[in-house]
């Protein structure tokens, strides 16, 4: 039996089991470990030389990268040759665009990758077409963008989710806060700070056994599920924001589009008629969630044309690698501007450990 096979009758198993109510939460989990095992196993690379697990070559460049997701025809090739440099064929017809596309969004001196990628349809991870390239493409992206028809059907939203769910992207979640450590003896130490109310002991265990993991240190930090925690313990799991941007509102009523513009992490915008675009990069940049540094040599002026963008939690030692490879290792102090000086508006003196925030000016000194 082959591996679509054996997560065919799982999937069917599971079904059943749903169906009976005297069905103990921990055979589910242990349907729903297996499960997960089997998934993982179809998105391994069939050869050495990249098969279906991969995405496109595209190099990564500029400051971070959006992939635009969506269904044939919903406007992704529209939308970057709106917003970049970079004009991607587009077309009334289905499938137009059969690779990824990059364009570059310049934002207040950061450069945003936007990737342009063919449709897909349901069944895209399960490898048919170049749907499987396009969802693994999406796992390089620092920020997906859904893109919707909002002429069509809402089922097309969580077919997409779906898609993605199944390769372990993870869409506007957190990691779950659980503490996994292996061990090579000592047993199981499963301890909650939280109480469980959507998982419990005996189906963690459960699931701990079906994955031969019989010694290792488990700390659970918050109300997880049965799910959340398979997710811990495959550990490949990709958080990515996502914002689904509807587009064509030019062909649906202002009620329509009214109802659609207020659901969470969502834009509506035209392609077509320019409506909403310079919202939707204010949005994505948001999302992105960068922190932007402009650095300042002794006695000038701060380079704002020409800032560093990194992800937030970023440190001096950061910024001097996005300066230059060597400069941390003949580093000696920093002064920071900003919102991480805690003599604001005066300068910090700081080391390289320092947490540095949005919009802080930096110069570095060397020895
Ligand atoms: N009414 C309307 N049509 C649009 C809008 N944006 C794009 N279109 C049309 O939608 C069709 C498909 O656009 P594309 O940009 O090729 O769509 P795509 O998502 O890149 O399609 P594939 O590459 O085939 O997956 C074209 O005929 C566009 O003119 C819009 O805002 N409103
Ligand atoms: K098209
Ligand atoms: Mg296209």
Redesign the pocket.
């Known amino acids: 039996m082959g591996v679509v096979e054996k997560i065919k009758e799982i999937e069917e198993e599971m079904a059943r089991t749903q169906k009976n109510k005297a069905a103990t939460e921990y055979h589910l989990g242990l349907l729903k470990a297996k499960l997960a095992r089997y998934r993982a196993q179809l998105l391994e690379p069939a050869t050495k030389s990249g098969g279906a697990g991969t995405g496109f070559d595209v190099q990564k460049s500029g400051d971070a990268r959006v992939a ?1 997701i ?12 709106k917003v970049t440099h970079t004009a ?11 690779t990824a596309i990059p364009g570059v969004i310049e934002y207040e001196g950061a450069r945003i990758q936007l990737l ?5 349809v349901e069944g895209a991870s399960q490898g048919r077409g170049r749907g499987r390239q396009v969802v693994s493409t999406a796992k390089t992206a620092d920020l997906i963008v859904i ?1 919707l ?1 909002s ?1 069509k059907s809402e089922e097309q939203r969580r077919l997409l989710e779906i898609e993605l769910d199944a390769v372990g992207i993870r869409l506007n979640k957190k990691r779950p806060d659980v503490v996994f450590k292996r061990k090579t003896t000592g047993g199981i130490t499963l301890t909650a700070t939280v109480k469980l109310t959507r998982t419990d002991e005996k189906t963690i265990r459960t699931i701990l056994a079906g994955y031969k993991l019989h010694n290792c240190d488990v700390m659970i930090r918050e109300d997880i599920t049965t799910d959340e925690f398979i997710d811990v313990l495959i550990g490949t799991r990709k958080y990515i924001p996502c914002l689904y941007v509807y ?5 649906i009523s202002l009620e329509q589009m009214d109802k659609l513009a207020h659901e969470d992490h969502t834009v509506v ?5 320019d ?1 909403n675009l310079t919202y939707l990069i204010d949005r994505m940049w948001e999302e992105l969630d960068l922190v932007k540094v402009y650095t300042k040599k002794r006695g000038a002026h701060p380079d704002l044309a020409d800032p560093i963008c990194m992800r937030k939690g970023a440190t001096i030692e950061d910024v001097c690698n996005g300066i230059h490879r060597s400069l941390s290792a003949n580093f000696r102090y920093a002064l920071v501007w900003g919102k991480s000086s805690k003599f604001s508006p005066h300068a910090q003196k700081v080391g390289l450990n320092h947490l540095v925030q949005d919009e802080d000016v930096v110069s570095i000194f060397t020895k």
């Open positions: 635009l969506g269904f044939p025809s919903v406007g992704k090739s529209t939308l970057l040759s991607s064929e587009t077309a009334a017809y289905e499938f137009t665009t059969l342009d990628l063919p449709g897909i893109m028809d002429t587009n064509k509102i030019d062909a915008i035209s392609c077509e008629m409506l």
